[in-house]
């Protein structure tokens, strides 16, 4: 089999609860994953309504062949229960290409038809903002503003060119602040312009943001369906 395509998953969830989320990626033979430390920024009811708290939080960042996504997302919802409070939550992001070395890890495995259809209530996408260390919680309490919900913290370190720092204005060596925020689809240009008008490049908070589109996204309360094809 050549040029498997894969997605790119990104699931959030409470530290203990890591080695549960590995463990199933394995079963699957998921090879490639690797874990982030992060913290949750929203407030304490949207953190429950979301099934987060505000405790320390890993990032997972896993490469997932296509053929395999929608079975896997039934698997983190069912069998790790994500649909429950607490759980934490996944989402695939769509990638155009990966490395012959990902590709080839996946190119024995049995193709299987996918099982089911997932059905999302509404469209979602992720916000990726960089900022200034320190300025996290500003841009955060902005975008709560106007509606959203909440997001993760990881720390990051600048390493721009030179020319980059001229035209961006972002300095190379400081530390930054990464903030990835699920949001609808609907919502997301006024988040993204409320963000930018108090943490943007004019601003001190020296940030940047952009958005990708999401495929599938589990764990937000009830609002998934899995459909048998």
Do not use: W
Request: glycine fraction near 8%; charged fraction near 25%; hydrophobic fraction near 40%.
């Amino acid at each position: 089999m050549e040029n498997v395509r894969t997605k790119v998953f990104l699931s959030i969830t409470d530290k203990d609860k890591t080695d549960r989320v590995l463990k199933l990626f394995r079963r699957h033979k998921i090879t490639y994953s690797c874990s982030i430390n992060g913290k949750g920024t929203a407030s304490g009811s949207v953190m429950s309504y979301f099934g987060l708290s505000e405790i320390k939080k890993d990032v997972i960042i896993s490469v997932v062949p296509e053929f395999l996504e929608t079975k896997v997302l039934f698997d983190l919802h069912n069998k790790l229960e994500m649909y429950e409070p607490g759980n934490g939550i996944c989402f695939s992001l769509p990638i155009t290409s990966a490395s012959r070395y990902l590709s080839n890890q996946y190119k024995d495995l049995t193709v299987i038809k996918e099982e089911y259809i997932v059905k999302n209530e509404k469209e979602y996408e992720l916000i990726v903002l960089i900022v200034s260390e320190g300025y996290a919680q500003v841009a955060m309490d902005a975008a709560k503003k106007v509606g959203a919900g909440g997001g993760t913290l990881i720390n990051g370190i600048g390493l721009g060119s030179k020319e980059a720092t001229k035209f961006l204005g972002i300095t190379i060596e400081p530390e930054k602040d990464v903030v990835l925020i699920l949001v609808e689809k609907e919502e997301k240009r006024k988040i993204m312009e409320e963000i930018s008008n108090v943490v943007g490049l004019s601003h001190e908070g020296r940030g940047i943001c952009f958005a990708i589109p999401v495929d599938n996204v589990i764990g937000l309360s009830q609002n998934v369906e899995f459909l048998k094809k």
